[in-house]
């Protein structure tokens, strides 16, 4: 039986769960072309973070907030090495944890913990709503951070009675090589791909600053960029064919 990609070449510019990602795509049809643009990396400075560690391992929050699975991950990964591993795992177990989606409801089952509360819609609004029907007066609420994930949920917190302790236990680096974005951008200029993977709009810029900023390729003309652009799909679907036809995709920019 033919899949709902066959015959779709799709990009994929994603580093975290990419294999799995590609895996899903393929069992629809698709053909994957992978470029990883962005890597996930410790902090530069980890000293933050190890301090937000020591407070959660010194008195468990009451609450914790957590908005991906790469975040608890590497969590993890910075108390390994400074050998506090067993006592974070022992504070995460004596603390309700707070869910925005599916991937931080794995990690917490590959850790082996169990998940506690998840919101319904897996956004920022959807752990406001959640936030909303909880007594959260006088409880300490450690929030684990993305990159540029802004501080509207700690402003929530604050307003609602609550303490919030926020940690950012990841960065974000340049992994992609010059030679992979420009083969790519060949590929897109030819008209070789048909949708462009990427998880968010802030990874996604940077392979626009490189579609701007690089001379059209060989025998195009300078408005190259503008004649075709493929789907771009930057949700993270159940189904990855949804990633195509079920999910919101335009023809010139990522999906907000």
Known sequence: MTGPLHGR???????????RLAAMLREEGAEIVACPAVAIVLPADPA????WLGRFMAAPFDDLILLTGEGLYRLRDLARPAGIEAAFL??????????????????LRVLGQ????????????????????????GRRVGVQLYPGAGDRLVAFLDGAGAVPDP????EYASQVADESILMLIDQ?????????????????????TWRRATAAPTGCSPD?????????????????????SRRRSCRAGPIS
């Open 167 to 170: 940690v950012t236990p990841y």
């Open 48 to 51: 933050p973070a190890l301090a």
């Open 90 to 107: 022992a504070a995460l177990n004596r603390t309700r944890t707070i869910c925005r989606g599916p991937k931080p409801v794995r990690a």
């Open 224 to 244: 190259w960029a503008g004649r075709r652009s493929p789907q771009l799909a930057l949700s993270s679907p159940r189904r990855c064919g949804g990633a195509v």
């Open 188 to 208: 897109l200029a030819a008209g070789a791909i048909d949708v462009v993977r990427s998880p968010a709009r802030r990874r996604f810029g940077a392979f626009s």
């Open 114 to 137: 169990q998940p506690q509360l998840r919101a319904e819609e897996p956004t920022t609004d959807g752990v406001v709503a959640l936030l909303s029907g909880l007594d959260l007066r």
């Open 9 to 19: 070449r799709v990009a994929l510019l994603e580093t975290r769960e990419a294999d």
